[in-house]
């Protein structure tokens, strides 16, 4: 397995809320974890909300006091334990300090084990499995447009150049509705898992998405391209890519 990610504030935007975490050797009971946190709030700290997050996340995994005792298949429950608690950090923040009033992020977790993705969501973040032939969306969105398009309302396509497609409606740092979307995949004949910001995913559809990952070069260069490309097609908003070959390449 091979992993590489990179961040990007894009073209528009002076600043850079988004935040990774690229751990392809073991920490604590876990194999590997890899996480994209995207922050939200303006000035109200959403770049501090999405560090913060996943410094919180590695680090109560790292300290995990009773990792001999984790088995494979706690490692989900122990992932979304530790998002629950990087929700709960935040809104204390929030609490103690005006300035980060309203800050969230969304986030989206993944350990790579056995014959299994597992994925913990929040958020519009996305984790997508690839093949040499699809690509696959793994992870639903919390948005208001996703809820439009489940509903029959939207087509996905409508979605994308909708008014109220940023609306998110499921982050880290609220104190209500709050879930945890827990999901374990079997990886099958998936090559490559990427992990990504809204920033990527509006600017290229799923087909560009899949010819990059599928394309020539090594893993750093070909998470680099999607990156260069989402700036190429407008880079509106902060861009953050993750992408973990799991064969050969």
Do not use: W
């Not at 996340?57 to 979304?80: G, K, M, P, R």
């Not at 040499?132 to 809820?147: G, K, R």
């Amino acid at each position: 397995m091979f992993a590489a990610g990179l961040t990007d504030k894009g073209i528009t935007r002076e600043q850079n809320q988004d935040a990774i975490l690229v751990a392809s050797e073991p920490l604590g009971p876990l194999p590997n974890l890899f996480i994209i946190a995207d922050g939200m709030g303006g000035h109200n700290a959403g770049d501090v909300a999405s560090k913060e997050a996943i410094k919180y996340i590695y680090e109560y995994i790292n300290n995990f006091q009773a990792a001999s005792l984790v088995q494979t298949s706690n490692y989900l429950d122990l992932l979304v334990s530790a998002v629950q608690g990087a929700n709960t950090l935040l809104c204390s923040m929030a609490a103690q300090d005006e300035t980060m009033y309203g800050m969230g992020t969304t986030l989206t977790a993944c350990v790579v084990t056995g014959d299994k993705l597992l994925i913990a969501h929040v958020g519009d973040s996305r984790a997508y499995a690839i093949t040499p032939d699809s690509i696959t969306q793994l992870t639903a969105d919390h948005s208001y447009v996703e809820e439009m398009v489940l509903a029959g309302q939207l087509t996905k396509e409508e979605a994308r150049t909708h008014p109220k497609r940023h609306v998110i409606t499921r982050v880290l740092g609220s104190e209500t509705s709050f879930e945890v979307d827990g999901i374990i995949m079997p990886i099958g004949d998936t090559t490559s898992v990427l992990l990504c910001s809204d920033g990527l995913s509006n600017m290229l559809d799923n087909n560009a998405i899949k010819e990059i990952v599928n394309g020539v070069g090594f893993t750093e260069h070909r998470a680099k391209f999607l990156i260069e490309e989402a700036n190429a097609r407008g880079g509106h908003d902060n861009i953050s890519a993750i992408l973990i070959d799991l064969d050969k390449k």
